[in-house]
């Protein structure tokens, strides 16, 4: 069982930078696809991004393409999420989650072991 805490979350203005990390203890994620999610006030936790064990498949959501990018580093049990061009829609809790396999997929209910989130505010 592995255990996730995310970190790197803060306020920031519009158009601001933000990079965050998921650091693992336990077990390993090795071997299993890493997911990002997000859930803002008054709304259903949703898909941001994920990346499979090797780094080979990686998914963004729609909202985020082109702005977000999401890496791992096993060697280092953590998994980052870089946040470029944030908008204030972008304010919400990001949750790291473990996939309950090697391969990534959009769905929270394909993913396990959530971290407690950590806060991203953005203003205009």
């Known amino acids: 069982q592995v255990q996730l805490v995310e970190s790197g979350g803060g306020l920031v203005q519009a158009g601001g930078s933000l990079r965050l990390s998921c650091a693992a203890s336990g077990r390993t994620f090795s071997g299993y696809a890493m997911g990002w999610f997000r859930q803002a006030p008054g709304k259903e936790r949703e898909f941001v991004s994920a990346i499979s064990w090797r780094a080979g498949i990686i998914y963004y959501a729609d909202s985020v393409k082109g702005r977000f990018t999401i890496s791992r580093d096993d060697s280092k049990n953590t998994v980052y999420l870089q946040l470029n061009s944030l908008k204030p829609e972008d304010t919400a809790v990001y949750y790291c989650?473990?996939?309950?396999?090697?391969?990534?997929?959009?769905?929270?209910?394909?993913?396990?072991?959530w971290g407690q989130g950590t806060q991203v505010t953005v203003s205009s």
């Open positions: 989650a473990r996939s309950r396999s090697p391969i990534p997929t959009m769905t929270s209910g394909d993913f396990r072991s």
